[in-house]
């Protein structure tokens, strides 16, 4: 299995300039504290990761319960929303039109550069390696529309299936980049299209996925044998997670309701009967995460290690330290590679 | 490694040293294949092994007329040139490990018994082919997203070894030579694996520090027709274990350093895929992004042996670790050899040093 490491530097404000995501947050917590209102409305789940009903208490963020795993770790929203109310959230509300009209915007160019552009480099490289002949790709669960609208601007896929979108599709439509383009508006309906793909990205997509066993087993079944599945997501096991736990801006409803233990991952993957292929953390954020937080909220409880290395205020101590997270798959930013055998 | 239906070729070992006992776990997973008998020199070797479970032989004669299919040669290199020419006229498939024999003299008998039999298969130990590293290396320059390679460096060694001095790998009738054919060969294969054959060698081989019969440094140079150039450093003077293969492209550089073993003495293995930077990159030049891949398993072993079977279930033409590629690879330390007559550590007689 392969463990990938980039030595790349990077600052969070880049991505989540600090007085609009400010804005963005408190949007946030005031939309899902009116829409959970009652929270009758939500159930009791088991873990999305190992599906172990063990549990405990974890914190409390916009009015939701978290909790942790007791077999891999993995923290999640329990009692936990549906798959509807989610899309009703990531379609329709303030905060996800803010998210959209302004904040995404300020980094959009960021974004390309950092995270789009490196995974499309990271698809083709693993495909031209384990692939042969057509590249039929399926993008599962989005919610990021700039992304998909790169997406259909690459040309190296033949063609490109959307499945259950969380955004307008009317959004890619007047676009006109719809070539090759099939949509299908949710999992149900795109289950039964058996070997239909040999490529499937899911990008930030298990974070806040309602049943992440049914995303898992519809990407499986759309999967001819030795078809890839490319995955992204934030691990609770990570660095900045592990030091602020609550305090992570993060970590919220609805973005981020599953956030999966390195444990999980692999469980999850194995479950399903993947091979991993890879399993990364090349994330080059942490560090500056924590160092973001304390400085904002001084008072914040934070191991006395980690504030030591923050004081020397030496870059070259800060690369290689996210160097080492890297290098020991300890980053909080989690990418994998899975092969339907 | 899918469950096989068909009928399992049987398997001998001949030679229970390092490699035998390696072969022995290799051929044990491998659905297509069953061991069914040991033969070495020192029986004490396999019988004083608890997990042998096949028959033991005192005589490999005695076990080419079993009804073996394939004959593992895992023997020292003064013997695998006779057991592998003895094999193919028992009608067996060969698998020997590297060296190919001590010398061209060697590869040229085994070879010409091969011709005599078209449809068995005769392939060699060249298993760092099929290191994680180096296969992902091999797969990015096919992609062709780099361009063409334009050189390559090596450096192959370690610090002599446990009994380095009594070892027969360096006594020269037994052997054939010193560090370069017993681990620099493996570096040589692989520049041909990258770059195809070099008509141009040049050497120097030292006695640098340990006191054998054959050389503990080679510092080598290769051409081919194309002008891509390779250099290569095998040493049983680096004191610390270390396999580094880095490979400059028109586009940027990968490298290959580390590998993965079983005592992990070579350190983590590694690819690092580093781009190329260009003039109008606002960047600085001279310092591009790289990505660093670290590999936690190595199949290379079981890879290679799967392809030996395979080569023999669906009769298909060695195309990998041949007895072509034996023979190429040969030739370039033979003019390597022949290039530069090994100097003494005379230098350091002079200054009254002790050598080991």
């Known amino acids: 299995m392969k463990n990938v490491v980039f030595s790349d530097v990077g600052r969070e404000v880049e991505f989540k300039p600090d007085s609009i995501y400010e804005n963005y947050l408190k949007l946030t917590e005031s939309d899902i504290k009116k829409e959970f209102r009652n929270k009758k409305n939500l159930s009791l789940s088991n873990c999305p990761a190992c599906k172990s009903l063990k549990n405990t208490k974890a914190f409390v963020k916009f009015s939701l319960q978290y909790v942790e795993c007791q077999n891999c770790g993995t923290v999640y929203v329990c009692p936990h929303p549906g798959d509807d109310q989610i899309k009703e959230h990531f379609l329709n509300s303030p905060s996800i039109h803010f998210w959209r009209d302004t904040l995404s915007k300020v980094t959009e160019h960021k974004r390309k550069e950092k995270i789009y552009g490196p995974r499309f480099d990271w698809i083709i490289d693993m495909a031209d390696e384990y692939l042969s002949g057509t590249k039929n790709m399926g993008d599962f669960n989005s919610k990021d529309v700039g992304y998909i609208e790169e997406l259909l601007r690459n040309n190296y896929f033949d063609t490109k299936t959307i499945v259950n979108p969380y955004f307008d599709i009317n959004d890619i439509k007047a676009k006109n980049l719809k070539s090759n383009l099939s949509i299908v508006s949710d999992l149900e309906t795109a289950f039964p299209n058996k070997n239909s793909i040999n490529i499937a990205t899911a990008f930030e997509v298990i974070d806040y996925t309602s049943n992440v066993e049914k995303l898992m087993n519809t990407i499986k079944n759309m999967l001819c044998k ?16 592990q030091v602020l736990w609550e305090n992570s801006r993060s970590i919220f409803p609805l973005d981020r309701i599953n956030v999966l233990s390195q444990k999980g991952i692999k469980l999850l993957s194995k479950r399903h009967g993947f091979e991993m292929l890879e399993y990364s953390t090349p994330g080059i954020l942490d560090l500056d995460i924590v160092e973001h937080e304390l400085k904002n909220h001084p008072d914040l409880n934070i191991p006395r290690f980690v504030k030591t290395i923050l004081e020397r205020n030496d870059e070259k101590l800060n690369y290689d330290f996210q160097n080492f997270l890297q290098v020991n798959r300890l980053s909080s930013f989690v990418r994998i590679v899975l092969k339907k055998k | 490694m899918k469950k096989s239906k068909q009928k399992k070729l049987k398997v001998g070992i001949v030679g229970y040293g390092y490699m035998g006992k390696i072969r022995k776990k290799i051929i044990e997973e491998n659905p297509n294949l069953e061991l069914i008998g040991i033969c070495d020199a020192n029986r004490n070797l396999i019988s004083s092994d608890s997990s042998v479970r096949c028959k033991i032989y005192d005589s490999y004669r005695k076990l080419l007329k079993s009804d073996v299919d394939m004959i593992f040669v895992c023997t020292p ?15 067996k498939h060969v698998f020997c490990e590297k060296p190919p024999g001590r010398n061209l003299s060697d590869i040229e008998l085994m070879i010409e018994e091969e011709k005599k039999h078209p449809s ?17 290396a091999k797969n990015f320059i096919e992609s062709g ?59 120097f081989l030292s006695k640098m520090f340990w006191n054998t019969e054959v050389e503990d440094n080679a510092f080598v140079f290769l051409r081919n027709e194309l002008g891509q150039v390779s250099t290569l450093h095998s040493s049983a003077t680096l004191w610390k274990h270390t396999f580094k293969l880095e490979i400059f492209l028109e586009g940027g550089y990968l490298i290959v350093s580390g590998l993965l073993s079983k005592t992990g003495s070579y350190g983590r293995e590694t690819l690092t895929i580093g781009r190329r930077q260009f003039e109008d990159e606002s960047f600085a030049l001279g310092n591009p992004r790289e990505e660093i891949i670290y590999f936690d398993q190595d199949l290379s072993w079981s890879i290679e042996v799967e392809k030996f079977a395979e080569y023999i279930i669906q009769d298909k033409e060695v195309d990998n670790s041949s007895s072509k590629d034996a023979m190429k690879v040969m030739e370039l330390i033979d003019k390597i050899y022949r290039d530069e007559t090994i100097m003494d550590g005379h230098i350091f007689k002079q200054k009254g040093e002790n050598k080991q």
């Open chain 1, 226 to 241: 030795g078809g890839l599945c490319f995955i992204t997501t934030i691990s609770i096991s990570g660095f900045d997670m």
């Open chain 2, 77 to 91: 290199n003064y013997f695998s040139p006779e057991i592998v020419v003895n094999s193919l006229k028992e009608n």
């Open chain 2, 120 to 136: 068995l298969k005769l392939m060699f130990g060249f298993n760092h082919r099929y290191h994680p590293g180096i296969l992902e």
């Open chain 2, 145 to 203: 997203k780099f361009g063409k390679i334009l050189f390559l460096h090596g450096t192959y060694g370690k610090s002599g070894g446990v009994n380095y001095l009594e070892s027969w790998r360096n006594q020269k009738d037994i052997s054939g030579g010193g560090i370069l054919l017993d681990q620099g060969i493996h570096m040589l294969d692989l520049f041909r694996f990258f770059c195809g054959d070099f008509n141009e060698a040049r050497g």
